[in-house]
């Protein structure tokens, strides 16, 4: 499988996510600058990582999805190609248009990082196929802004169309309808604000998040 | 010129920060604050090219989030 990994100013969780993806495809990712203009031919997956581009200024993800690697980004998620982005990498894409709805602070206004219990809610995308629907997962949260916002009616839509991918099993940080992670209507672009890639095995104290990569890699074999 | 711009959340959208404010000056003593919403406001210096279109598309395009967020333009 032929990855890239998009690397922003302040991005701090790309090579987390580049040894996820490398320990679980047997492949390292292409670390793609955020000033390329094109992505790596025949990439299999785009993942677009955590941790606060651009300091978080101005709003979370809000200049890293104006970056020119973006457009980029956005015409290979029109094609079809599989996007992942994970904490500030689902701000970025709903920044970007390719999700919809918003990541606001959390309610408690706290920065929460921890392992957090998940539901798995749909297991039929090319990312939760390695999951049970309804099945009970862990993964670790860390962001100060993942309160997922959308109007009602997008709401409705997301839960209609079985798009909501994952959702906290615990109050985490006020999201709508507790929201951890929504697929696109294609179901080509997850985003989600826990973190998969630091749940690969025993050392991490699971293994969880290990199932997305496979499930990946299984996927676009 | 100098254009001002501010950004607030929509009605409806709950807004945390401005809650906790509300809390912490309920708890200073000042009653009868009904509600706080927090924005932010951007103070552009610019020359006379640059166009009202010019400084909607800014907003539009990055200043704002418009899922969640309004803007005002003041043109100074």
Redesign the interface.
């Known amino acids: 499988m032929k990855s890239a990994v998009i690397v922003f100013p302040g991005s701090n969780c790309d090579r987390d996510l580049a040894v996820a993806i490398e320990e679980v495809t047997g492949r390292a990712p292409t670390m793609l600058w955020h000033r390329e203009t094109e992505l790596p031919d025949g990439v299999d997956l785009v993942a677009v990582p955590g941790g606060f581009s651009y300091g978080d200024y ?2 979370s993800g ?2 890293a999805a ?1 970056s020119p690697v973006m457009n980029a980004v956005v015409r290979a998620a029109e094609r079809g190609v599989p996007i992942l982005g994970v904490c500030n990498g689902f701000q970025i894409l ?2 970007a248009g390719l999700l ?3 990541l ?6 706290s920065f929460v990082c921890r392992p957090v219990a998940l539901t798995v809610e749909n297991s039929q995308s090319i990312f939760t196929n390695r999951y049970d629907a309804g099945e009970a997962i862990t993964i670790p949260v860390a962001h100060h802004d993942g ?1 997922y ?2 109007d009602a009616e997008t709401l409705d839509r997301l839960e209609g169309e079985g798009r909501v991918a994952f959702r906290y099993a615990e109050q985490v940080n ?1 999201s709508a309808r507790g929201i951890a992670g929504i697929v696109n209507g294609a179901g080509n672009v997850l985003g989600m604000m826990p973190h998969p890639e630091r749940m690969i095995g025993p050392e991490h104290g699971g293994s969880d998040g290990r199932r997305l990569f496979e499930g990946l890699l299984e996927a676009v074999a | 010129m100098k254009t001002r711009i501010y950004v607030t959340l929509k009605s409806g959208v709950l807004d945390p920060q401005g809650k906790a404010i509300h809390h912490a000056l309920e708890g200073l003593g000042f009653s009868g604050v009904e509600d706080v919403r927090q924005g932010k406001y951007i103070e552009l210096e610019h020359g006379e090219g640059v166009s009202d279109a010019d400084l909607d598309a800014m907003c539009r395009k990055l200043l704002a989030n418009t899922v969640i967020e309004n803007y005002r333009i003041e043109r100074g």
Do not use: F, I
């Open positions: 101005l709003r809000a200049m104006r709903t920044e919809p709805g918003a606001m602070r959390n309610a408690g206004l309160n916002t959308a006020g």
